[in-house]
T-cell receptor, first 119, second 112 residues
Framework: NAGVMQNPRHLVRRRGQEARLRCSPM?????VYWYRQLPEEGLKFMVY????????ESGMPKERFSAEFPKEGPSILRIQQVVRGDSAAYFC?????????????????FGSGTRLTVV | DAKTTQPPSMDCAEGRAANLPCNHS???????VYWYRQIHSQGPQYIIH???NNETNEMASLIITEDRKSSTLILPHATLRDTAVYYC?????????????FGTGTRLKVLA
């Protein structure tokens, strides 16, 4: 049972280009979360998706950033017209659906991240 | 904002117990406490979680105070490979919309 798979591991983009980051959740997991980590900082929540739905995008920058999790295929975090400040590690996590005894007690499983460098 | 506060850094001698404290004074009655760690630049790794009872697994023990306002993660015999940033997390949100908000964590350095 493969873990959360993120690709590419490293991505270099020139300013103004588009970056596409992919995340395949663990088998059986239908919840996906994206986090961004700037150098020497903690992880910042960006967006929470379930299949075909954005549940919470309160951490997403208002412009240039979008995320999707289609019925088939991986979740995609898309950054348009990248700038140097977008350089960071982007982590994806997944969790299974559902509630047990009224509480969601499952932890997240994180991927190894995509390191985006904008030059 | 994160609902937890942790000391920014700690040192521990190899082979000794590492006790990492966390304050979560605004925790609600049905909110769990989770601990993760991040070794170098890898993805965070789940360690343990608990609600009100103390918990133990093969990695660590979690001691939660009776009033649930604080907890301590215990690594019983720290090794050099336990050097990492340790995050104490209380989920925020409502059923069906929970998410983790990470704080700044504690940078644990295990010394030879």
């Amino acid at each position: 049972n493969a873990g959360v798979m993120q690709n590419p591991r490293h991505l270099v983009r020139r300013r103004g280009q588009e970056a596409r980051l992919r995340c395949s959740p663990m088998k059986g997991h239908s919840h996906v979360y994206w986090y961004r980590q700037l150098p020497e900082e903690g992880l910042k929540f960006m967006v929470y998706l379930q299949k075909e739905n954005i549940i919470d995008e309160s951490g997403m920058p208002k412009e240039r950033f979008s995320a999707e999790f289609p019925k088939e295929g991986p979740s995609i975090l898309r950054i348009q017209q990248v700038v140097r400040g977008d350089s960071a590690a982007y982590f994806c996590a997944s969790s299974p659906p559902g509630v047990r005894s009224g509480q969601e007690v499952y932890g997240y499983t994180f991927g190894s991240g995509t390191r985006l460098t904008v030059v | 904002d994160a609902k937890t506060t942790q000391p920014p850094s700690m040192d521990c001698a190899e082979g000794r117990a590492a006790n990492l404290p966390c304050n979560h004074s605004t925790i609600s009655g049905n909110e769990y406490v989770y601990w993760y760690r991040q070794i170098h630049s890898q993805g965070p790794q789940y360690i343990i979680h608990g609600l009100k009872n103390n918990e133990t697994n093969e990695m660590a023990s979690l001691i939660i105070t009776e009033d649930r306002k604080s907890s301590t993660l215990i690594l019983p015999h720290a090794t050099l490979r336990d050097t990492a940033v340790y995050y104490c997390i209380v989920r925020v949100g409502t059923s069906g919309t929970y998410k983790y908000i990470f704080g700044t964590g504690t940078r644990l350095k295990v010394l030879a």
